[in-house]
C-alpha cells in the first residue's frame, strides 16, 4: 500500500492514495432552526424603503404598531409584519427592535443584504441588542464570512442570548476559521439546550471525524440519524467515520443504504467501492467503480483504482488503461503515473515503466516513492549505478528511509564494491536486528571478501531468526567450507537436506565435501540426486563427470562432459570442460 518492480505488487499497494484523500466529501449545507417554516418569496421584498409608512397605516403610536408587527410575525405573516414594522420607523426611526426584526425576516426571506442593513442599523442604535447580534451573525456565516459572524455569535452570547441556535451557527463559523475545538465547545452548548438538535449532532459528528475521535463522532452522527432516519447526507458522512475506523462493514452498510435511496450516488458508489477494496472484495469495488465511471465519466481517481483492483487481479494491460485514462483526465495524477510504471515494469516493459516514473517525478519532484520504485527497476534491469544514484538521493531527501540502505547495499554487491555495502547492510541491521535479510546479505558480501569466519557469524544469526531455512544452513556451510570444516559443512548440508529434501543445491554441496575427503562414492550419489532433481545443473555433472573418469568410465565422463559443454553458462566451467574433453582425445 514492494526486489523488483516486477514482483512489486505487496509494495505498490502500500503506495496506493490513502482512502480518505480519495474521498469526495459531501458538503452539508444546514439551514439555521429558526420559528419560520415557510419563507416570504423575494417579490415581497420588493418593498418601499423604510420611513414610508403603508397605504394602510393608521394614526397609531410606534409601540401599537410595533406590536402589531410582533403579532404578525409570530402568526408568519410577514408581508404584513414589513408593513407593521415600518410604519413603527415613520413614526420612530431609532427604534433598535423595529430595524432586527426587519433583519430577522430579510434573513428568513433570504435577502442577506437587506438584512444586514436591517441589522447594522439596529446595533448602531442599540449595541447591546443581542437578537441584533445574532441575526447578524447569522448572515454573515451564511454569506461565508466566519471570523465576523464569529464576532457577533459570541457578542449575543455575552449579552444573554444562550440560544441552542445561537450556539449551533457560532460552532459551524468556528470551525470554519479553524478554530475545531472552540467550536465543538459551542456545539456541545447547543446540544445541551437541545438534545433533539440533529443538525448539532451532524455536524459535531463531522468536526469530530475530521479529529480522528472517530467513536464519538460515529456516536453522533448515530444520534443525528436516530432523530432524522431519512438523512441521507448524514448516512454517507457516518460511513466516512466507520470507513476511517476502520469499520468497513458498517461502513459498506451505510453507503448500500445510501445508494438503495440514491442510485446514481456516484460517491457513495466509489467509497464503497473502496472499502471493498480495503475488504479484498476485488469483484465488488470493480463493480462500484466502473459503476462511479458511468455516472461520471470524468471521475478520474474512479479510474485510477479500478486500475489497482485490476491490476490486484492479474489484468495487467485492462489496469494499464484505467490508469491511462486516469491520466488523460488529470494530466497531473502523479499517483497514476506511479501505478502505471509499476504495472509496465510488472509486464516487462521496462523502459516504458522508466517514462511513467520520470514523468511522476516531473509532477512530484523529490518523490520518495517514485525515486524508490525507479531506483528498483534500474537494479531490476542491470544498471546498479543509476539505481546507487537514485538510492543515494533518497537518502540525502530523508536519511531514515533505510530500506535505501539495504537496496543500494545489494547495488554496491552487484558492482563487486563489498566494503561500501557491508557499510549499507550494517545501517540496515542497525535499524531491523530481526531481518535476516541484512545478515545474510552482509555475510555474502563477507564471503566475497574472504572474510570467512564474520560470514559465519551472520549466517549463524539467520539460523537464529529463521531456523527452518533451508538455504540458511547451505550458505553457513559454505563459511565452513572454506574454513576447511568439513565435518560442520556436512552437518549443516545434511539439516539443509533434512528441511528440504528436494533441495538440489544441497545435495551438490554435500557432494562436493565428500569429494574434497575422498568419499567418491558417496560423493557421486549425491551428485545423482542433485541432478535428478535439476538437470541443468552444470558443475553436478562436472563433479560427476571427474568421478566417472578416476572410475576409468571414459564413455560415460565423455557423455557428462559434452553435455556440460552444451548446458554451461559459467565461462569457466566451459573452459574446463572442454579441456578435459581435449585431454581424453575427444571433440566438445
Known sequence: MRQGPVALLGQWWDRLRNASNGFRFTRFSVAALLVAAALIGSSILQATGVGAPSQAAQPLTAEEFFALGEQAFQEQDYALAIDRFRDTLSQDPAMAEAHAYLGRIYYLGESPELAKGSLDRAIQLDPELAVAHLYRGLVLARSDQSQQAAADLLQALSLGLDTDTANYELGV???????????????????????????????????LTQLGRLEPAIDDLSAALQLEPE????????????????QLDRAIEDWSAVIQREPDHADALFNRGLAYLGQEQLE????????????????????YYLGNVLNLQGNLEEALGSYQQAIALQDDFSEA??????????????????????????????????????AD??????????????YTQ???????????????????????????????????????????????????????????????????????????????????????????????????????????????????????TRFD????????????????????????????????????????????????VEIAEDEELLDQATSVLSELGVSP
Open 173 to 207: 463559523a468556528l470551525v470554519s476559521l479553524g478554530q475545531r475545538p472552540k467550536g465543538l465547545l459551542a456545539l456541545n452548548r447547543a446540544i445541551e439546550l437541545n438534545p433533539a438538535f440533529a443538525d448539532a449532532y451532524r455536524t459535531r459528528g463531522v468536526v
Open 231 to 246: 438523512d441521507t447526507p448524514t448516512r454517507f458522512q457516518r460511513g466516512l467515520a466507520y470507513f476511517e475506523n476502520n
Open 284 to 303: 465488488q469495488a470493480a463493480a462500484d467503480f466502473s459503476k462511479s465511471i458511468q455516472l461520471d465519466p470524468t471521475f478520474a481517481e474512479a479510474y
Open 337 to 374: 503515473y506511479i501505478n502505471l510504471g509499476a504495472t509496465h515494469a510488472q509486464l516487462g516493459e521496462n523502459e516504458l515503466a522508466l517514462g511513467s516514473y520520470t514523468q511522476a517525478l516531473a509532477l512530484s519532484p523529490g518523490s520518495l516513492t517514485v525515486l524508490s520504485n525507479r
Open 377 to 390: 527497476l534500474y537494479l531490476t534491469m542491470g544498471d546498479p549505478d543509476r539505481a546507487i544514484e537514485d
Open 394 to 512: 533518497i537518502l540525502a531527501l530523508d536519511p531514515d528511509d533505510l530500506r535505501a540502505y539495504l537496496q543500494r547495499g545489494i547495488a554496491y554487491s552487484s558492482l563487486g564494491d563489498y566494503e561500501k555495502a557491508i557499510a549499507d547492510f550494517r545501517r540496515w541491521i542497525e535499524s531491523q536486528p530481526l531481518d535476516p535479510e541484512g545478515f545474510n546479505r552482509r555475510a555474502s558480501a563477507y564471503l566475497r571478501l574472504g572474510d570467512f569466519g564474520r560470514a559465519l557469524d551472520d549466517w549463524s544469526m539467520v539460523i537464529t531468526l529463521t531456523p527452518d531455512s533451508a538455504t540458511a544452513y547451505y550458505n553457513r556451510a559454505l563459511a565452513y567450507q572454506n574454513l576447511q570444516d568439513a565435518e560442520n559443512a556436512l552437518v549443516d548440508l545434511e539439516t539443509a537436506i533434512e528441511l528440504d529434501p528436494g533441495y538440489a543445491a544441497g545435495y551438490f554441496a554435500r557432494g562436493n
Open 517 to 564: 575427503q575422498g568419499e567418491f562414492v558417496s560423493a557421486l550419489e549425491d551428485y545423482d540426486k542433485a541432478i535428478e532433481l535439476d538437470p541443468g545443473l552444470a558443475a553436478a555433472r562436472y563433479n560427476r563427470a571427474l568421478i566417472y573418469l578416476r572410475h576409468n568410465r571414459i564413455t560415460a565422463a565423455t557423455e557428462e562432459l559434452r553435455v556440460v
